[in-house]
Nanobody, 123 residues
């Protein structure tokens, strides 16, 4: 499975942005991670395939929304009220098999990764 992320760009703080990720085939849990320069990759959000169970990092809860369109093999990340600290390269990831939601934040549990899309935030 190949993942193609898009939608990043330069935005002002406070605005909204939507990232998209297209999968070349069917996947199970899909998630978004991000990595800022000089920092480790961190979990942002994930969503299950079947019932749409979602998990968010505390830093984005209430501002970001993850969704998916299984018919199109797409996952989206809506970023609202973007902050300068949200600036990073955002990566979409997918697991080949379902997993319990408690491990959604674990990058090692994902089998496929996209190339990343950069989000730059000006204050």
């Amino acid at each position: 499975v190949q993942l193609q992320a898009s939608g990043g760009g330069l935005v002002q703080a406070g605005v909204s942005l939507r990232l998209s990720c297209a999968a070349s085939g069917r996947t199970a849990t899909m998630g978004w991670f991000r990595q800022a320069p000089g920092k480790e990759r961190e979990f942002v959000a994930a969503i299950s395939w079947s019932v749409g169970l979602t998990v968010y990092a505390d830093s984005v809860k209430g501002r970001f929304t993850i969704s998916r369109d299984n018919a199109k093999n797409m996952v989206y990340l809506q970023l609202n009220s973007v902050k300068p600290e949200d600036a990073a390269t955002y990566y979409c990831a997918a697991a080949g098999v379902p997993m319990t939601y408690s491990v959604y934040p674990m990058a090692s549990r994902y089998d496929y990764w996209g190339q990343g899309t950069q989000v730059t935030v000006s204050s």
